[in-house]
């Protein structure tokens, strides 16, 4: 998101942009690729307060309009660079989920910095944006953000050129991408893929991705002997051939914000079948562009991915409506015209003239 953000507003008049990144990843070598200017601070060899000491003399050069942050730990950065401009620089942050308590108690140290950002949030930063009606709720009901200093700004995608596979494709493919960590609960769509070859031996399922859960779910798939119908893609760098691949995309997550890969899948008119979490219940309409699936037992998931692997005329039919949606509400344009408008309001506000840095 942040990569299709940055890329759109770089293509703005009068907008400047500068990025500061805590590592070197994928990320930065997107931005390197598409020209954007960005200094990496590492973290692995930097201390907390050299990062700080380094980001603040950027910031000083720079004298930006807005410092726009992502994440608990880029929050706190964001504030206390802040403090020691010469300027009033706006302080905007998006909220991308909510904390992920779903492997056991989390360390002392990470509840006070947890704290310590939402606590920035409430009384700090001058906006900040939920990529859902979902997040912006838990903002205010649980962590005390004021209602006037919250948006709501959905993700956005560049959509891509629809192409025919039919002559490529071999059989029925039911796939998912993401980081294998507790809160995407990829040993439920195991479960799934368990009940469904039940049923039909011949359709097959894909998980791209990669991440500490690895281990857990390659004894689950094996456990149920699923090692013929159930391939772990690893990183997929060419995210378009692997959705293009998909007859259904399956989502098994315990908690969402506004998930770039169902938003993907969509796009590229694959039928979406996710559980009635967070915010995917503002993507999908239940029956018309997808299925939204209110348990969380592997049966139900089951019968929804049966149901369209059994009636093509159905599926299509939710592709193409899938599709629409994420044209008329999702897409690229939409997302970053949002943020400009907002960050104009904002460092009007803030009383700060000109255009935007």
Request: glycine fraction near 10%; charged fraction near 25%.
């Amino acid at each position: 998101m942040a990569f299709h953000l940055l890329r759109g507003l770089s293509t703005l008049p009068g907008v400047d942009l500068f990025v500061i990144l805590l590592n070197k990843g994928r990320l930065s070598d997107e931005l390197e690729r598409v020209g954007i200017p960005t200094c990496i601070l590492d973290e692995g060899k930097r201390s907390f307060l050299e990062i700080v000491r380094l980001a603040a003399r950027m910031v000083r050069m720079k004298e930006p309009h807005i410092l726009h942050s992502h994440r608990y730990k880029e929050n706190i950065l964001s504030y206390l660079v802040s403090l020691t401009s010469r300027e009033n620089a706006a302080l905007v942050s998006t909220q991308h989920g909510m904390p992920e308590l779903y492997n056991g108690r989390r360390s002392l140290l990470h509840r006070l910095k947890s704290h310590a950002n939402y606590r920035l949030l409430a009384t700090r930063f001058d906006k900040t944006i939920a990529v859902s009606a979902d997040i912006k709720e838990s903002l205010t009901r649980d962590y005390g953000v004021q209602e006037r200093n919250l948006e709501i700004i959905r993700n956005g995608i560049v959509i891509p050129e629809l192409r025919d596979h039919a002559g490529e494709k071999h059989g029925f493919v039911i796939g998912s991408a993401g980081r294998f960590v507790p809160v995407k609960d990829y040993p439920l769509m195991v479960e799934v893929a368990k009940e469904v070859s039940a049923k039909d031996h011949e359709i097959r399922f894909e998980l791209a991705g990669d991440g500490p859960m690895l281990g857990d779910i390659q004894r689950l798939i094996s456990r149920y002997g699923l090692e013929e119908c159930f391939t772990l893609r690893g990183f997929v760098s060419d995210v378009c051939t692997f959705y293009d691949g998909l007859d259904v995309f399956l989502n098994t997550s315990l908690h969402e914000g506004i998930p770039m890969s169902v938003l993907e899948a969509m796009a590229h008119g694959v039928t979406p079948v996710v559980p009635r979490v967070g915010g995917l219940g503002e993507i999908i309409e239940d029956g018309g562009d997808g299925y939204l699936v209110d348990t969380r037992n592997p049966r139900d998931f089951a019968e929804r991915c049966l149901s369209l692997y059994n009636n093509g005329t159905l599926r299509r039919n939710m592709a193409r409506a899938a599709r629409k949606k994420i044209i008329g509400h999702f897409s690229l344009e939409r997302m970053v015209n949002d943020y400009l408008d907002m960050y104009m309001r904002t460092v009007k506000k803030a009383g700060r003239g000109g255009v935007g840095k």
